[in-house]
Every structure is written in C-alpha cells, then in structure tokens.
C-alpha cells in the first residue's frame, strides 16, 4: 500500500502504478501481473475504491491479450461494485473503456485516466 504522511492519505497498492509503468512500456505481462497483485493487495486490504481501479486497468491489459470474455466479465463486477458504493470515477473509467470498444488488441489504452 501507498500510504503518504502518519496515514493520512492512502493511494491503494504500489503494483497498480508499477502495472500502469510496465503498461506504458509496452511489457503486457508485468501489467498482467502487477495488476493481479494490486487488485488482490487491495481487496484484502478493504479497499473496493482502489481495486475498482486496479481491475479497470486489468480489464485493459484483458482485452490487449485477446481475453475478452474475461475483461467484460472483470468490467461487470467492478461496475456492479462502483454503482453500489458510489465510485463515480470507477464508473467513469469503465465507461470511456466501454466506448472505445472495437479498438485493435496491440492498441494500448489510456493509463491513468
């Protein structure tokens, strides 16, 4: 976990920026991994806010290896989790994935944002 100052401010786990690092660098198996990671760290840490995001992004890195069925899958829990508990930049994040569908696997998406 990312936690800056006597914990005042916690930023969820440090693999979601390392999976966001490796996705920029075009190393989709880092992603892939450090993603996982962040979105397990996050879970068991009690933090649906920054596993949203991290399974977002993971969704992404999904669908750039051609999986899918298991990124919409991913899309779907995390919006049914992002409706229920108000993450309205969750949402958000889903749905600009949502309507850039159709985009070339080797397209990498907007990290980040």
């Given amino acids: 976990m990312l936690v800056v100052g006597p914990g005042v401010l916690c930023l969820g786990a440090v693999d979601r920026y390392r999976g966001m690092l490796s996705l920029a660098a075009g190393d989709v198996d880092e992603a892939e991994h450090r993603l996982e990671n962040a979105v397990g760290l996050d879970t068991r840490g009690g933090s ?37 508990r108000g993450f309205a930049a969750v949402e958000g994040r889903l749905a600009s994935r949502g309507r850039t569908r159709g985009r070339e696997p080797s397209a990498r998406p907007r990290i980040g944002g």
Avoid: F, M
Avoid at 62 to 69: A, E
Avoid at 71 to 80: E, G, I, N, S, V
């Fill in 48 to 84: 649906e806010l920054w596993a949203g995001h991290s399974s977002a992004l993971l969704a992404d890195v999904y669908d750039l290896r051609g999986r899918r069925d298991q990124a919409q899958q991913l899309r779907r829990d995390t919006r049914t989790i992002a409706k229920r």
